[in-house]
């Protein structure tokens, strides 16, 4: 044991060491790596996230968010986030994530439509969503005004913004038989759809809307015609039986065609949403346009029936104009009540000076027709197929009827008419009904059965003068028939030339041949010798 004070060298001396500095622990490595890696991300994420629309429908079927995509082209461009009501629970409203740089394509005409099975146009679209399910659709717009929030299409688009082609506009009286989806036709090709249709504002009409494709757009211009190509078109004619049609699936489901008049090289070609007027048929669309109309009115005090808007007005075969308008009309001063007859006159085709239109019409105009309403030109209706009992209205010369002018004092002019032959010829039949009644049948009737029972007793008497004649006169005219042939075959024997009366008279012709030459000698002789007849025949001279 060491003394007390005394240094043990077993124990180490304490050495004061300098404060240490603080120093991280590697457990606390691993979260810091973690939010590194997690703020990464999150600024990734941040940084390829793409816009947020809001898309409006009237039905959320077959969207699911989270699920449902949003695809321009088959690519996906976005997908739906969330789906809720409007306030006022008319529509729903869907939110949807858009790819990054997607930015572009969200502007003002951008459409959004839900992709589902929808038969259109004679063709089947949307058949995959049968197993993937709907999406969205998406048609990027031109515009350079960006939007977020847009209202979704009900029905798909027929064509896409980006589709070579050009819009027009067709001007209609009804829609007809076609629909969205219905072809057009150039020269029986399908070159276009029908992608859009409505009312006018006023209601008179409809405005179509149409598509068609490059390069049969080229061929659209000022001389172009649209018409109405659906169903079938069945003429009869003077050159037999026709049969027309653009094609099987117009007949279903309707379509629209269009040809270019004239020279169609040399016509400009028409600018995008270009109106055009939209025909009923292709023979009305291909006609003349009459610039000049002149309307008149006729009055008809008999029924108008089979006459109906848009028949023909008629001159001795050509087609100089059409109804515009059929109305009934009280007249005070006959009690009757008439049917006025709206027409219009296209002067043109008839290339008469006498007709024009209302506000350049001329008094020497009126007085040229006036002269041919003198001498019997008239209005009158007529059965224009005895088929169908269609009537027209036909202008032609009557002279037979009575001294009548045209009322320029009426809006319209009221061009005088006359009766159709059928209204004449029941009046005649009429008219004789009436005489008819006035005959006294009955007296007829009497007198005709008294002459019956007289000529009852002539024919029985007659009856009993030939049982008489038969009994009595018969057997004396059989013996005469006999007599008569006896005496017929002893007149041949006779007259044959071997027996003695033919003999005789080919004698007595000799003797007379003789005396007549002897009767000729002697005329000479006198001729010679006429002192003969006083002094006799002298002697002959030596």
């Not at 075969?317 to 009690?335: H, P, R, S």
């Not at 080919?506 to 002697?522: P, W």
Request: charged share 25%; proline share 5%; hydrophobic share 40%.
């Amino acid at each position: 044991m060491a003394e007390p004070g005394a240094e043990r060298p077993d124990i180490p001396t304490a050495v004061v060491a300098p404060k240490a500095h603080w120093s991280i622990s590697a457990i606390w490595l691993l979260p810091v790596v973690a939010a590194l890696i997690g703020g990464f991300l999150a600024w990734r994420s941040y940084s390829e996230k793409g816009p947020t629309i809001h898309i409006s429908f009237k039905t959320a079927e077959g969207l699911e968010p989270g699920k449902t995509k949003i695809k321009y082209k088959s690519v996906d461009v976005g997908v739906v986030t969330a789906i809720h009501l409007s306030p006022d629970r008319s529509r729903v409203e869907v939110d949807a994530e858009m790819v990054k740089d997607s930015d572009p394509w969200l502007v003002k005409d951008t459409r959004f439509w839900v992709v589902r099975p929808i038969i259109r146009g004679g063709t089947v679209e949307g058949l995959g969503t049968l197993l993937s399910g709907s999406y969205i659709g998406m048609d990027a717009g031109k515009s350079t005004q960006e939007q977020n929030s847009f209202e979704g299409l009900e029905v798909p688009p027929v064509v896409t913004a980006d589709l070579p082609g050009r819009h027009f506009m067709l001007k209609s009286v009804d829609l007809g038989s076609f629909g969205i989806g219905s072809p057009v036709y150039f020269r029986r090709l399908e070159v276009g759809q029908v992608v859009a249709y409505e009312m006018d504002k006023d209601g008179s009409g409809v405005a179509i809307r149409i598509f068609v494709h490059a390069p049969y757009d080229q061929y659209v211009n000022h001389q172009t015609r649209f018409w109405e190509a659906s169903g079938i078109d069945l003429r009869i004619d003077a050159q037999g039986v026709r049969v027309e049609t653009e094609s099987l699936a117009s007949i279903v489901i309707g379509g629209i065609a269009f040809q270019t008049r004239g020279d169609a090289k040399m016509a400009k070609p028409s600018e995008e949403n270009t109106n055009f007027r939209l025909f009923k048929d292709r023979e009305k669309a291909l006609a003349y346009e009459d610039l000049e109309v002149v309307s008149f009115a006729l009055r008809f005090s008999q029924s108008v029936r089979g006459l109906q808007i848009g028949a023909p007005v008629d001159f001795r075969g050509l087609i100089i104009g059409e109804v515009k308008d059929i109305l009934a009309q009280f007249d005070e001063q006959t009690g009757n009540i008439d049917m006025i007859v709206l027409m219009d006159i296209y002067p043109e085709r008839l290339r008469r000076k006498e007709f024009q239109r209302s506000g350049e019409r001329s008094r020497e105009a009126q007085a040229n027709i006036d002269k041919l309403v003198d001498i019997g030109f008239r209005a009158q209706l007529r059965t224009g197929n005895l088929l169908t009992g269609q009537s027209i209205v036909a202008l032609d010369f009557f002279k037979d009827d009575r001294k009548r002018k045209v009322n320029w004092k009426s809006d319209p002019p009221e061009f005088p008419t006359v009766p159709s032959t059928l209204v004449e010829l029941e009046a005649n039949v009429a008219e004789i009904s009436k005489r008819l009644g006035k005959v006294r049948f009955d007296e007829i009737g009497e007198d005709l059965q008294r002459a019956l029972k007289s000529l009852d007793q002539t024919l029985a008497s007659f009856n009993q003068v030939a049982q008489r004649l038969d009994r009595e006169v018969t057997p004396e005219v059989k013996q005469a028939i006999v007599d008569l042939k006896k005496s017929l075959e002893e007149l041949q024997h006779a007259v044959a030339a071997d027996s003695p009366l033919q003999q005789d008279a080919r004698q007595a012709l000799q003797e007379v041949s003789k005396a007549a030459q002897s009767l000729r000698m002697l005329t000479d002789y006198l001729e010679q010798h006429p002192e003969a007849l006083i002094r006799g025949k002298g002697e002959p001279s030596p």
